[in-house]
């Protein structure tokens, strides 16, 4: 079993930075990713990491986002910079049961998810 819990989502204007965090508990030394969900939009895969430090990024987040994995604090960090106002969502932590990154991106790959994290950017 893996439970997570995001924090540091809030209000941003466009051009600004937000950092995410999910605290994990249990065997974390899987794939592990960040998702998000606008209103009236499929959750959809915005960055990942393999127990190996791989990691594997939406297109349209490169550049912008980078994902970050501690095991000995057992946390999950999104540093988002440059965020526009489209990157507006639900932001998710998530698990999964194995290791990889072939389809990382994927929600249905995963099993475990937080609660989420609301982020908005104003323009």
């Known amino acids: 079993q893996v439970q997570l819990v995001e924090s540091g989502g809030g209000s941003a204007q466009a051009g600004g930075s937000l950092r995410l965090s999910c605290a994990a508990s249990g065997y974390t030394r899987r794939i592990m990713g960040w998702f998000r969900q606008a209103p009236g939009k499929e959750r959809e895969g915005v960055a990942a990491?393999?127990?190996?430090?791989?990691?594997t990024y939406a297109d349209s987040v490169k550049g912008r986002f980078t994902i970050t994995k501690s095991n000995i604090q057992n946390t999950l960090s999104l540093q988002m910079t440059n965020l526009k106002p489209e990157d507006t969502a639900v932001y998710y932590c998530a698990a999964g049961p194995y290791d990889g990154l072939d389809t990382a991106l994927a929600p249905d790959e995963y099993v475990y998810w937080g609660q989420g994290t609301q982020v908005t950017v104003s323009s």
């Open positions: 990491i393999a127990n190996d430090r791989r990691t």
